[in-house]
């Protein structure tokens, strides 16, 4: 496949399957370089096979992958080395010293950035004598990613690095991350299922769902695309499968609370023929469009 250097993901009708399941499905992903692109998705729609994938631990079954314009299957030790990965696990030696740790990386990366790791470093309270098992969980977190950021990586995959934090820490984290000038230099992807940090770091969203790529936009471009209305209409209101676009019903107080995917204002006028006499509708969060989304298959009869 010809494939165009401006893109650090590239994968052409790619598909995985492991027996009767399809896990990544014809999948057509295309992620330009630079910037935070933030991947989300349920449960099982495909997430870590595609990483594994593109990371060259697992063979399609069909189609093409393509990281950092190599093809997946293909990568070599250097090739690997250009690509930072931090996972929840942040799994470390826990019987060395920070600064042994540091020292091994240094030595292994000919592009390592003093200046990047002693950057994210500073916003913890990390000491060059302590032992890694010594570090808490968000201390832990931070070292990860002063490490993977002074590798001088061109594309850093950030897999759900908050997980298990408390409120400070993830701040910290974000913060680490957003004034390192070293992850202006690099292509960031964010999995996250925190969509309060997914807000505040990517400028695109892309949202996986089986195996598909179902939106790649600005956040908040996908905000936009998801309305709220209230509506007091009669009764049990229109049946589920009528309403144009839904995405998640619930009737509070005597009032109906439709969430719905690209809906203009004949959304009004659909509510009205349902009978009702007070139409409003109001803006929705990015968590609040996001999960109604992920869940739209389970949306259910409004409930009395
Ligand atoms: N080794 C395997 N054998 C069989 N099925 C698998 C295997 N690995 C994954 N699957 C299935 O493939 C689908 C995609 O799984 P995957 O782990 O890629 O999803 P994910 O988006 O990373 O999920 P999560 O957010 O829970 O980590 C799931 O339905 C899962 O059950």
């Known amino acids: 496949m010809s494939h165009d ?23 057509d992903l295309r992620i330009p370089r630079g910037r935070i692109h933030a991947i989300v998705g349920a449960n099982g729609a495909g997430k870590s096979t595609l ?6 631990f697992l063979p399609p079954t069909s189609g093409e992958a393509r ?11 250097q090739d690997r080395g250009r690509i930072g990965f931090v996972n929840e696990e942040h799994t470390l030696p826990n019987w060395m010293r920070v600064s042994q740790v540091m020292a091994m990386q240094k030595h292994q990366y000919a592009n390592w950035n003093q200046h990047a790791f002693d950057g994210v470093i500073g916003h913890y309270h990390v000491l060059p004598e302590q032992k890694v098992g010594q570090l808490s969980r968000g201390e832990r977190a931070g070292f990860n990613l002063a490490l993977a950021l002074a590798q001088g990586p061109e594309l850093l995959v950030l897999d759900e690095p908050t997980l298990g934090l408390d409120v400070v820490a993830k701040r910290a984290f974000l913060e680490s991350l957003m004034y390192s000038n070293a992850a202006d230099d690099c292509t960031v992807i964010y999995c ?17 769902e089986r195996g598909q790529l179902k939106n790649m936009s600005a956040p908040e ?13 009669p009764f049990k209101g229109p049946a589920p499968h009528t309403v144009p676009g839904l995405l998640e019903v619930q009737r509070l107080d005597g009032l109906h609370h439709y969430l719905v995917l690209d809906q203009d204002d004949g959304f009004e006028r659909f509510l009205r023929d349902a009978g009702a006499r007070h139409v409003q509708s109001m803006p ?21």
């Open 5 to 27: 250097p401006d893109y650090v993901i590239e994968t052409r009708a790619l598909s995985k399957r492991y027996g009767r399941k399809l896990a990544l499905d014809n999948l």
């Open 51 to 56: 990483f594994r994938i593109l990371m060259g």
């Open 67 to 77: 990281i950092l314009g190599k093809d997946s299957q293909a990568l070599t030790p």
């Open 192 to 208: 996250s299922h925190q969509m309060e940090e997914i807000e505040r770091v990517a400028d695109n969203l892309i949202i996986l």
């Open 221 to 233: 471009d996908f905000t936009a695309r998801v309305s709220h209305w209230v509506a007091d209409v």
């Open 284 to 304: 929705v969060s990015l968590d609040r469009a996001v999960n109604a989304f992920l869940a739209k298959n389970h949306a259910a009869p409004a409930a009395a």
